[in-house]
């Protein structure tokens, strides 16, 4: 449990820590909350020989509530989406989420910056950033780019991250009146990571779906958009039986992991039952 040696620097920039991993692009990691790589150190998964701490680089810190866009900096703490009264008015679903993420150890320090990068299949906020619409402001050496949380994950612990970028922040459209949110997930017993866990947005216009958006964790390889669901919902009723056949759809269309705790089946199962309760939680 004591990791291979590294060399340490604490950037106090973006343009330092860019410079640092352009200069050392396969050797040199990124450390924000460090609850992920720490322990990816102390088994020795990971063997960086140079470890760049973002921790202090103010430009990637903090919420901002703009006029049409929320921003969301990467190094903000799971703790601080939950506190954050500003950004709950807007999003409730941050505080939702946050309390059903790991323990206070955790929370504290942990960034959603780090779990986006880290693109775990069973984390929480890649199922809530995809339901959200939310761009990926990403910045390396060669400039500042904006990905769609839809192309941002690729498969298991890979995402369009180079190994010289740093992910910025967090962009999400301000949502149109009456529009609503949920987050279900089911917890690992053992890790409190998702089994599977489902993050909605809907918005009732006159007693139908006007819009629907579904992000997905814990079922797959890497999070995803239930799109299929969520356009057969478009222009429905929220009743018992349109909510069956989405969940239904969804679970159908969904090849699922599957590992010693929960076979395939059983996952697929959980993607039906939590999309259903989750719809059912928002049509009341
Ligand atoms: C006991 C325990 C329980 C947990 N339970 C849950 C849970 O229920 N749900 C859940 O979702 N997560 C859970 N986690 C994970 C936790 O949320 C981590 O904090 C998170 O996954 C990683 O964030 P971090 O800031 O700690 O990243 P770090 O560990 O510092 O970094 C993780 C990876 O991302 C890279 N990275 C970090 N920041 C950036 C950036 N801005 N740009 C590019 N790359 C970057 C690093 O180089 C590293 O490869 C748990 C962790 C622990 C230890």
Redesign the pocket.
Known sequence: MIPAAFDYVRASSLTQAIELLRDNPDGA????????????LKLRL?APELLID?RSVAE?KGIEIGETHVKIG??T??SELSASEPLNNVFPIFRETAR????PQ??N???I???L??A?P????PAVVLALGAQLEIVGATGRRTVPAEDFFLDIFTTT?APD????SIQIPKPKTGTRYAYRKI?HPA????VVGVAIAVRMLDGVVDEASIGITGATNHAFVGKEAAEFLTGKALTRDNIDEAARMLSENTECLSDRYAPAEYRANLVRVELGRALLELSQ
């Not at 970028?165 to 910025?168: C, D, G, P, S, V």
């Not at 890790?191 to 998702?194: D, L, R, V, Y």
């Open positions: 990691k990124l450390v924000a909350g460090g609850h992920t790589l720490l322990p990816a990971a973002i990637i990467a190094l703490t799971h059903l993420l790991a323990d955790v929370r320090r942990g960034t910056g780090g779990s990068a880290n775990d069973a984390a929480d906020w991250l970028e740093i992910l910025a917890r890790s409190g990571f998702a």
